[in-house]
């Protein structure tokens, strides 16, 4: 089935040791999304990719680094993670156009200790 | 900047009653409204959507409503069951590739 798979599910990492989160996708959609949620909260959105193109949300810190190889492929590099970077971590796809839901990948659960 | 307010932040009902969760958008150009559904643990599902140009939209127990001129939209689910537990978050868009999430409601379907 196509679908939006995130690598691992499940992440624990030490305080300040870098970390890289991985997502591919099937469904050959030209936009990729990165989202943080933290516990009973609103996804938040840190940056997405439009093909190539990548833009960065302002609030998001600049321990928070993406890359996108290729169209199936994206990453998320948290350089020096700290404590409050422990959360789930969504990647999501969507058809261009702008006018479509996302499908959203399980995600990966970050721990920091 | 776009802003989405979303309530109740949680909402009991009995099950076979219906819920309804609201949700206001600030920015006039929004034109794409989702709603998912996120169990506990799991990915945010689309379960449905609504465009500007309609004012309605239904599949099977669920239902939303948007009123573009006072800017919200709302889900409705009729018939509750169990599995309807969940959180439910909107969101609102303008076909920049991006939106912006309500805050979320925490339905809990009382058996």
């Known amino acids: 089935d196509a679908m939006v798979i995130q690598n691992p599910r499940y992440q624990v990492t030490q305080f300040g040791k870098p970390v890289t989160l991985s997502c591919s996708q099937t469904?050959?959609?030209?936009?990729m999304y990165w989202y943080q949620q933290k516990s009973s909260q609103a996804p938040k959105l840190l940056f997405h990719?439009?093909?190539?193109?990548?833009?960065n949300e302002a609030d998001t810190p600049d321990n928070f680094q993406s890359r996108r190889p290729n169209t199936s492929f994206c990453f998320l590099d948290i350089r020096s993670p700290g404590l409050g970077d422990a959360a789930m971590y969504l990647c999501?796809?969507?058809?261009?156009?702008?006018?479509?839901?996302?499908?959203f990948g399980s995600g990966t659960r970050l721990t920091v200790v | 900047g776009e802003n989405v307010e979303q309530h109740p932040s949680t909402l009991s009902v009995q099950e076979g009653d219906s819920a309804v969760i609201k949700c206001t958008y600030s920015?006039?150009?929004?034109?794409?409204f989702p709603w998912y559904k996120q169990e506990l643990g799991k990915r945010p599902q689309l379960i449905i959507d609504?465009?500007?140009?309609?004012g309605e939209k239904k599949d099977q127990r669920i239902a939303v409503t948007l009123n573009k001129t006072a800017k919200h939209f709302s889900l409705h689910i009729t018939e509750t069951q169990p599995e309807d537990s969940a959180v439910y978050f909107c969101?609102?868009?303008?076909?920049?590739?991006?939106?912006?999430f309500g805050t979320g409601t925490r339905l809990k379907v009382l058996a």
């Open positions: 469904l050959n959609h030209n936009v």
């Open positions: 609504i465009r500007s140009n309609v």
């Open positions: 999501a796809t969507s058809r261009e156009g702008g006018a479509y839901g996302y499908t």
């Open positions: 990719y439009y093909d190539k193109d990548f833009n």
């Open positions: 969101a609102a868009g303008s076909g920049t590739y991006k939106y912006i």
């Open positions: 920015d006039s150009a929004s034109n794409y």
